[in-house]
T-cell receptor, first 109, second 110 residues
Framework: DAKTTQPNSMESNEEEPVHLPCNHS???????IHWYRQLPSQGPEYVIH???SNVNNRMASLAIAEDRKSSTLILHRATLRDAAVYYC??????????FGGGTRLMVKP | ETGVTQSPTHLIKTRGQQVTLRCSSQ?????VSWYQQALGQGPQFIFQ???????GRGNFPPRFSGLQFPNYSSELNVNALELDDSALYLC?????????FGPGTRLTVT
């Protein structure tokens, strides 16, 4: 699977939007972009995924650059419960997830 | 619809022993994956089972083995435990797309 690069940590204020970036310059045309998050003392949790077009669901939005070499996970209003490690993962087939270091999001009240 | 469950929650073993960890998949999911997560790191893929057959394997030695049963529950077996095997072991079940993770089993090898 192609490699992704994310900042180690980010900080946000509660009830403000958060934009979590991910670079994936070696992405191939068939790689899907998946985001998972891991809250403290829990297993990872699926957030959202996309291929080319921007995607929205009840948890977040995913904005994908036109050249697909980067993407941004958008939390529209951060809450304290959103404090977690966020992983950006590229998947071609087989559902085998290759996790990197992720971004640790801290939310301040 | 029940989620993914794992047992036991915590386990302490001695170096050289063998351990079996168990996972019950989410209803309707026929694929299960196992991951190892060392403290402070992201999960590392161990292997995946689809309809009782191994469907992919990460960079783990043969002493890590698995089984998937007809009801899609699964086991992870680790032989000849080493101190570095101390980690959180996660299983995840999937149907057509995203994976659903269990809470994990914390294994400590002394």
């Amino acid at each position: 699977d192609a490699k992704t690069t994310q900042p180690n940590s980010m900080e946000s204020n509660e009830e403000e939007p958060v934009h979590l970036p991910c670079n994936h310059s070696t992405i191939s045309g068939t790689d899907y972009i998946h985001w998972y998050r891991q809250l403290p003392s829990q297993g990872p949790e699926y957030v959202i995924h996309g291929l080319t077009s921007n995607v929205n669901n009840r948890m977040a939005s995913l904005a994908i650059a036109e050249d697909r070499k980067s993407s941004t996970l958008i939390l529209h209003r951060a809450t304290l419960r959103d404090a977690a490690v966020y992983y950006c993962i590229l998947i071609y087939a087989g559902n085998m997830l290759t996790f990197g270091g992720g971004t640790r999001l801290m939310v301040k009240p | 619809e029940t989620g993914v469950t794992q047992s036991p929650t915590h386990l302490i073993k001695t170096r050289g022993q063998q351990v079996t960890l168990r996972c019950s998949s989410q209803s309707g999911h026929n694929t299960v994956s196992w991951y190892q997560q060392a403290l402070g790191q992201g999960p590392q893929f161990i292997f995946q089972y689809y309809r009782e057959e191994e469907n992919g394997r990460g960079n783990f030695p043969p002493r890590f083995s698995g089984l998937q049963f007809p009801n899609y529950s699964s086991e992870l077996n680790v032989n000849a435990l080493e101190l570095d095997d101390s980690a959180l072991y996660l299983c995840a079940s999937s149907g057509k797309g995203e994976q659903y993770f269990g809470p994990g089993t914390r294994l400590t090898v002394t």
